[in-house]
């Protein structure tokens, strides 16, 4: 089993910046891909951006541009670098793992393809 433990959050000001980080322990993560996904108050749960094992990354629109996600397999560590900063950015904010991704290319925005979550950690941008 894999355990995600989120780092990272915090409280910005629009247009700042934050990193999250998304450590997995007890497995590689060379093999998976990783998703990060968030939820703000009172919406569902919608996908912020996934990288697959060949490090092919994709990104919902509204993050285009200002979100970057990566990957650093010897550390089994996933980050999300988050730049210009919005309100509407605030969420809490959850990496998750698909251990079986279909190819080394293959990436997917559908939460029920991610096998393991993290715990989540807050996000909250100020205007």
């Known amino acids: 089993q894999v355990q995600l433990v989120e780092s990272g959050g915090g409280s910005a000001q629009a247009g700042g910046s934050l990193r999250l980080s998304c450590a997995a322990s007890g497995r590689t993560i060379s093999t998976y891909a990783m998703g990060w996904f968030r939820q703000a108050p009172g919406k569902e749960r919608e996908f912020v951006a996934a990288i697959s094992r060949s490090a092919i990354s994709v990104y919902t629109d509204s993050v285009k541009g200002r979100f970057t996600i990566s990957r650093d397999n010897a550390k089994s560590t996933v980050y999300l670098q988050m730049n210009s900063l919005k309100p509407e950015d605030t969420a809490v904010y959850y990496c998750?793992?698909?251990?079986?991704?279909?190819?080394?290319?293959?990436?997917?925005?559908?939460?029920?393809?991610?096998?393991?979550w993290g715990q989540g950690t807050q996000v909250t941008v100020s205007s």
């Open positions: 998750a793992v698909d251990e079986n991704p279909r190819n080394s290319l293959w990436v997917s925005s559908r939460a029920y393809e991610y096998d393991y």
